[in-house]
């Protein structure tokens, strides 16, 4: 008989000044009387913040010690390069307000970063270091409603462009050398000199940017190439005065993206989200370097070491479905998303029991909407509904899944592309 290797899931929520306090609280239909910020709910094992497993005899356990137990069932061959680790973590994000510019570091950068503060005795606090572990952090990021922000360098040219806007005749003293020398070493001098302004010349450097802006935004038509790459730097400014980090959206995409579309955010890529509801899935670590628009610790000259400064538009990813099943019954939705770490999929249920394919791998089940029943190889049944989890260990044979609704299913390693 197939011994349990599916566990529902208590998940963990991070109140942040920026969350929403409705959206989550929603989702997972609990109450927030108190009208908290809840900002993240994480489901997956780090230790800041693992998720805790429901056993059979009704005992909770977190997910890391679940895992610890047997790791071999838990985690599988796909997770070789993680030992005893869940290589991701599994987010949604409920943003009500600007959250920081930053960037995740790479693999090397992070463990580099992670010994030097260890060995400086550094408390290990995010508001004491940058380094909370020695684990890179690249992140994909799924709409669940309009989700805006900014990501990654903009063409060398749209730079130009926007910063003759809000510099007027004094561009070329920013952007001069850019114009003449377009290229990486460039890019990084003007966005340096951009954010370390001294404090005389960015407060006029702000004050006449804002008044071009608002001149620019007047006039501007809806959806319009203007509104796109200025419309939240006011905004920006008044919730975050005198800070230069609200000026990134001239060198950096805006992006609003649409439910269901999919962004990846690579370590070393500079970033900040504005506004919505999304899902996020990342390497399983909570570094992040910051620079500005936040009231949280900065740190700006390591924020410039492991920024990556190559420029071009952004690629929003649409998962490929496929039907499954009898007269389409059911879809599976694949994101290609390029990470060794993690992939992510939709599964649309739409009637009788069937078996979705699945590979070696632990999964995360996050259900979004409907009402659904998951049937375990050892006979077992899971409900879900709206705000439901579960983990699913590498060495579950395979399950079944009925009803109708849409869940999202989160994996290790490369097992969906």
């Known amino acids: 008989m197939p011994t349990m290797a599916i566990y529902p ?17 929603a989702f997972l239909d609990r109450p927030n009387p108190a009208r908290e910020p809840w900002a993240e709910l994480w489901l997956g094992a780090h230790p800041k913040a693992p998720s805790s497993a429901l056993l059979p005899n009704g005992e909770k356990l977190p997910l890391n010690e679940l895992i610890a137990r047997d790791t071999k069932s838990s985690l599988g061959a796909v997770c070789a390069g993680s030992p005893h680790r869940l290589p991701f973590l599994f987010k949604m994000l409920a943003v009500a307000q600007p959250l920081s510019l930053q960037a995740h570091p790479s693999k090397h950068t992070a463990l580099r970063g992670y010994r030097r503060e260890e060995r400086a005795g550094i408390m290990l606090d995010p508001a004491e270091r940058s380094y909370i572990d020695s684990h890179h952090k690249p992140e994909f990021i799924v709409a669940m409603d309009r989700f805006e922000g900014m990501c990654g360098f903009r063409p060398i040219d749209d730079i130009l462009r926007n910063i ?16 003449r020398y377009p290229s990486k070493m460039e890019l990084a001098l003007v966005f340096y000199n951009f954010l370390s302004l001294e404090s005389q010349e960015r407060s006029q450097m702000l004050k006449l940017a804002r008044q071009r802006i608002d001149r620019l935004l007047e006039s501007a038509k809806p959806d319009s190439a203007e509104l796109r790459a200025f419309g939240w730097i006011p905004r920006l400014m008044d919730a975050f005065p005198n800070d230069m980090g609200s000026l990134a959206p001239l060198m950096l995409n805006s992006f609003d993206i649409a439910p269901g579309e999919g962004l990846f955010v690579a370590p070393g890529q500079p970033h900040a989200y504005f506004r919505g509801c999304a899902l996020e899935i990342m390497a399983n670590s909570d570094n992040e370097v910051r620079a500005g628009l936040t009231r949280k610790r900065k740190d700006f000259a390591e924020f410039m070491a492991v920024l990556d400064f ?15 099943g009898p007269k389409g019954q059911g879809q599976i939705c694949p994101y290609d998303i390029d990470s060794e770490e993690f992939s992510l999929a939709i599964i649309r249920v739409g009637g009788a029991a069937m078996r979705y394919p699945r590979y070696p791998a632990p ?10 029943q998951l049937r375990a190889a050892s006979g077992e049944n899971f409900p879900l509904k709206r705000g439901a989890a579960l983990f699913v260990e590498a060495c579950e044979e395979a399950y079944e899944l009925a009803g109708r609704g849409m869940l999202y299913r989160a994996s290790a390693g490369n097992a969906q592309r």
């Open 9 to 25: 899931l208590e998940n963990s929520v991070q109140k942040y000044a920026w969350g929403d306090p409705d959206l989550i609280p």
């Open 164 to 179: 003759r806007v809000v510099a007027g005749e004094n561009w070329l003293k920013y952007a001069g050398r850019l114009a």
């Open 310 to 324: 190559g420029s071009a538009p952004l690629s929003v990813t649409l998962p490929r479905c496929e039907v499954a």
């Open 363 to 372: 999964e995360i089940l996050l259900c979004i909407e409907g009402a659904l």
